[in-house]
Each structure stands twice: as C-alpha cells, then as structure tokens.
C-alpha cells in the first residue's frame, strides 16, 4: 500500500476517534434522545459528527484492503451517514439515540481491529494531537494521548 494511501486511512481513522470524543462530551448531560432533540446545539454538534464518522468510513471502505476486512454494517454507517445529510428534518432521534448509546463503542473496537492488523496510526494521532494544541482543544488532546499510548503497545 503507498505511503499516502496509507496516511490517508490514517487520518480518516484518527477523525472518527475525534468524532466519537466529542459525540461523547455534547450528549453526556442528556439522558433522552428527545432532550437531545431539543437542545438544538448539541443537536446540530451530533449530528455533524455523526456525518464526519460516515464520510471517514466511505472514504476508508474505497481501500480495498480495508475494505476487505470491515464489518458489513460500516457500509450501513455510510448510509445512515447520507440519510441524516439529505433528510436532516426527517431525522429519528431515537435511532440517533440508539447509536450514541449503543454502537459507537462497537465501532470503536472493530476499528481497532482492524488497525492492529495493518494500519499504524502513531503518525496520524501525533499530527493530530498538534492540531488540536494549536486549537487549545485540551479535551481532545488528552483524548488522542491514550490511543497514542495503546498505539506504542503494539
């Protein structure tokens, strides 16, 4: 796999992290999907993350080695992706609900899987986390410091 395109997947892994962080912090003081519905901030923060997570996944699922390993339901990720772009209005909070509270962990360890098969990630996570220094975003960096410690585990 050349170098870029295995940055590339990289960097589209380490945002899905991000995005799964912050879907964690902007729902943690909701305890219903409708609470969440109608706290149109955290709302419209959600949903924009749950958009980037789908995006990352098409853009991994197009690298057939990747692709070749991911779960079939990334491929429904993808697609819910695009049913909250184009039907923002139609948008079922309980199923937002349901994801938040139950898929994003299972997403986040089948990555992983994934990762500790042929992707490294230490380069992507260590670009990011000066990013997100620069941004003064502490929250995120000390997020991305505990992957990049399970990264040197390997």
Same mark, same amino acid.
């Given at each position: ?26 729902? $943690? ?6 609470? /969440?519905?109608?706290?149109? /901030? ?6 924009? &993350?749950? &958009? ?40 079922? &909070? ?40 620069? /941004? ?5 960096? &000390?997020?991305? $410091?505990?992957? /990049?410690? $399970?990264?040197?585990? $390997?």
């Amino acid at each position: 796999m050349p170098d870029k395109k295995q940055r590339d997947l990289e960097l589209f892994i380490v945002d899905i992290f991000v995005a799964i962080h912050k879907i964690r912090l902007y729902t $943690k003081q909701f305890e219903t999907a409708e609470s /969440l519905r109608y706290d149109s /901030l955290h709302w419209d923060a959600t949903i924009r &993350e749950l &958009e980037l997570i789908g995006e990352a996944l098409n853009n991994l699922l197009d690298d057939d080695e990747f692709a070749k390993v991911a779960p079939k339901y990334f491929r429904k990720v993808v697609n819910f992706r695009n049913a909250i772009s184009y039907g923002y209005f139609g948008i079922d &909070e309980e199923e937002v609900w349901k994801i938040i509270k139950n898929k994003l962990e299972q997403l986040l360890e089948d990555i992983f899987e994934i990762c500790d098969q042929f992707i490294n990630l230490e380069t992507a996570i260590k670009t990011q986390i000066s990013d997100y220094e620069k /941004l003064k975003d502490t929250q995120t960096v &000390e997020y991305l $410091k505990t992957f /990049l410690s $399970k990264e040197n585990q $390997k």
